[in-house]
């Protein structure tokens, strides 16, 4: 089970006044939002709207260089969208999400992920482990030394 991210944010009800409005942003590596090269990236963007809006969906790189987006439209009421996208190149990104009621934004969530090369054997020796630079010191342990590609655990 996918863990959630939930962002509040603003958007403008009838009338004018402020409401808020829950968009949630899950990954399917909701620990770290860390992939490897190859492994598909599976992101789920849930809320609920009123008809006639759309939903557009955004990757970026660091340089802010779009690398992939769609748009898809809603049909009301609550909804889960899955996007899955492949794994672009190495580096860190930034998924954001907006909800459209046509050219204005209505709802908007980010997400940040990053692409990096898979853990070596030599990442899961004792000394790396314990080390606050590495894979491990960021609350990754052994068992999430797995690489999808190859599907063998470190």
């Known amino acids: 089970m996918m863990a959630r991210l939930r962002l509040i944010v603003w958007m403008a009800a009838a009338g004018g006044a402020a409401g808020a409005s829950a968009l949630e942003l899950r990954s ?3 620990e770290n939002n860390v992939f490897v090269p190859g492994e598909r990236i599976e992101f ?5 709207e009123e008809a006639g809006r759309s939903l ?3 990757v970026t790189d660091f340089w802010e260089q779009e690398v992939q987006a769609g748009e898809r439209p809603l049909a009301g009421g609550s909804y889960t969208q899955a996007w899955t996208f492949d794994s672009p190149r190495l580096g860190y990104f930034l998924l954001s999400a907006e ?3 046509g050219t204005a934004s209505v709802a908007r969530a980010r997400m940040p992920f ?3 090369p898979p853990p070596t054997a030599e ?3 004792p000394e790396f482990r314990r080390s606050p630079f590495g894979l491990c010191g960021a609350g990754i342990g052994p068992r ?3 690489c999808p590609s190859c599907g063998k655990t470190v």
């Open 56 to 58: 557009a969906v955004r």
């Open 99 to 101: 909800v459209r009621s």
């Open 44 to 48: 789920a963007v849930t809320g609920g």
């Open 123 to 125: 990442m899961a020796a």
């Open 114 to 116: 990053a692409v990096i």
């Open 28 to 30: 399917s590596r909701p």
């Open 144 to 146: 999430d030394l797995f």
